[in-house]
């Protein structure tokens, strides 16, 4: 499903050369969990940004779905992520004058399905907020604002899901709740995910562990792992 061969990342700043990525190898199969932790500042964001097609890799080889980014317009990359992709943020990234099953809907009215309500409605429910159907992000808590933001992500049944620190704003319980659905959704349907986390036993339950320190990425073994 994605596979990074020798990845760099290198930005001009402020009259320096600064190398976010350097060489980074990560192959994600479909299906496949993978969790990926590292210090503030070590490029997890930037490498979730990569693989969206959002920023060009400066080095090395990116596919996703059998297509070489290379070969790639930006407006092909943006086709990919729409139609391939579920991104879920730590800052929710909703539309605040959608209601939450507009919201959920909108990807859906994007591909122009026809149905794309009543999906919509179905998704909200798996992530348990029929309730919360005619709110408004500000009218709900943080854990229901991500767990629209993970209807959105899912409700196109994506194949590959992206999700940059899901449970950063959330307290350790509600957390724990929407990594557990993020999951139950991903295997429900064989969709490959890289989960960005800093909770070490949210990463313990993914397929695989890497950590990314300095723009280099590394395989965790199983028993370097405290839990
Ligand atoms: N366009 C840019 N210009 C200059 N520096 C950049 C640019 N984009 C990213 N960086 C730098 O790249 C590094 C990696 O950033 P990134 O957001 O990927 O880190 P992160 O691992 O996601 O951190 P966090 O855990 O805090 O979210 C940071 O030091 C950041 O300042
Ligand atoms: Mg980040």
Redesign the pocket.
């Known amino acids: 499903m994605i596979i990074l061969e020798s990845v760099a990342y290198a ?1 001009d ?1 402020a009259g320096r050369r ?1 190398e ?1 990525l350097r060489g980074v190898d990560l192959t994600v199969a479909s299906g496949e969990i993978v969790a990926m932790t ?1 210090p ?8 979730l940004a990569l693989i969206a097609g959002v920023e060009r890799a400066t080095g090395g080889r990116i596919r996703v779905d059998g297509r070489d980014f290379a070969g790639l317009t930006h407006d092909d990359l943006a086709r990919l992520r729409g139609g391939r992709m579920g991104i879920v943020f730590q800052d929710f990234h909703l539309i605040t004058t959608l209601t939450a099953l507009e919201n959920v809907a909108l990807p859906l009215e994007l591909a122009g399905v026809r149905d794309a309500m009543e999906q919509a409605r179905v998704m909200l429910d798996q992530v348990g907020l029929s309730d919360r159907a005619d709110h408004r992000p500000l009218e709900m808590s943080g854990g229901e604002q991500q767990r629209v933001a993970i209807a959105r992500a899912f409700v196109a049944r994506p194949a590959l899901i992206l999700a940059d ?1 899901p449970t950063g704003n959330l307290d350790l319980e509600t957390g724990g709740r929407i990594v557990e659905l993020l999951f139950r959704l991903a295997r429900s349907w064989q969709a490959a995910m890289v989960l960005v986390t800093h909770n070490p036993q949210l990463a313990a339950r993914a397929d695989h562990h890497y950590r ?1 320190d300095a723009g280099t990425l590394q395989k965790m073994a199983r028993q370097d792992n405290p839990f």
């Open positions: 930005v700043h600064l976010i590292g503030s500042g070590s490029g997890k964001s930037t490498l620190e990314l």
